[in-house]
């Protein structure tokens, strides 16, 4: 499959554990925030998402936590698996529909 | 239900040609987006869509067409190949912005992606 960020920053966490993903946003004014998981040869899927009048929110295995006043965006996995490796993007938007994206992390899960 | 489909996966040019990748989606939704992603990169926007007739430029329009004549598809348009164009492709559709309801009616759904290397 096609091979997605050659050089991007890589975490690498034992299976079992937890991971926690960072990314910092650009604008001040962004409203709604996601999170994307993209496999290797596959385009982005949808994992978890935020507005701005939030500052966690929690899904299965996932929490997105936000700090608006460091502009500031993680993704907590909880008992990371190998099925969880991957490309994760964070993603920001203005205007609810056109979404900014950042350059990504790769987590690597050690079995 | 295909969800967000993409032809071809793959393609090679020649610089100076010209092509048109495919996308097509059957949840109908209203938006449609083009984004190109290079090595080590997130996702650009090149054009988006709200709508049948309606198309817009994003962050990397140049070299690049779209037309949208249907709710369903929304084909990307390269004219005149450069080696700049090398990238993958992938096209995504939501509903249309929710306001204050379910943020989950808001997010993009992107297909498998398409390959295109310019020589």
């Known amino acids: 499959g096609e091979s997605v960020g050659l050089h991007l920053p890589t975490l690498s966490v034992q299976e079992g554990d937890n991971s926690i993903i960072n990314c910092a946003y650009s604008?001040?004014?962004?409203?709604?925030f996601i999170w994307y998981k993209q496999e290797s040869g596959k385009g982005p899927q949808f994992i978890i998402d935020i507005r701005s009048n939030m500052d966690k929110r929690q899904g299965q295995r996932v929490t997105v936590l936000l700090n608006k006043t460091v502009k500031h965006l993680s993704l907590q996995i909880a008992a990371t698996q190998p099925g969880d490796s991957a490309v994760y993007f964070c993603a920001e938007s203005y205007s609810s529909y056109k979404l900014i994206f950042g350059s990504g992390t790769r987590l690597l899960v050690r079995p | 239900n295909a969800g967000v489909t993409q032809t071809p996966k793959f393609r090679i040019l020649k610089i100076g040609q010209s092509m048109t990748l495919q996308c097509a989606q059957d949840?109908?939704?209203?938006?449609m987006y083009w984004y190109r992603q290079d090595p080590g990169m997130g996702l650009k926007l090149i054009y988006y869509s709200v709508g049948a007739g309606i198309t817009d430029k994003g962050e990397v329009p140049n070299g690049y067409n779209v037309s949208r004549s249907t709710t369903e598809d929304f084909p990307l348009r390269l004219e005149l190949a450069a080696p700049s164009q090398t990238s993958v492709y992938f096209c995504a559709s939501s509903y249309p912005p929710s306001g204050g309801l379910q943020t989950s009616t808001d997010t993009q759904y992107f297909g498998p992606g398409t390959r295109l290397t310019v020589l």
């Open positions: 604008n001040s004014a962004s409203d709604y």
């Open positions: 949840m109908n939704h209203n938006y």
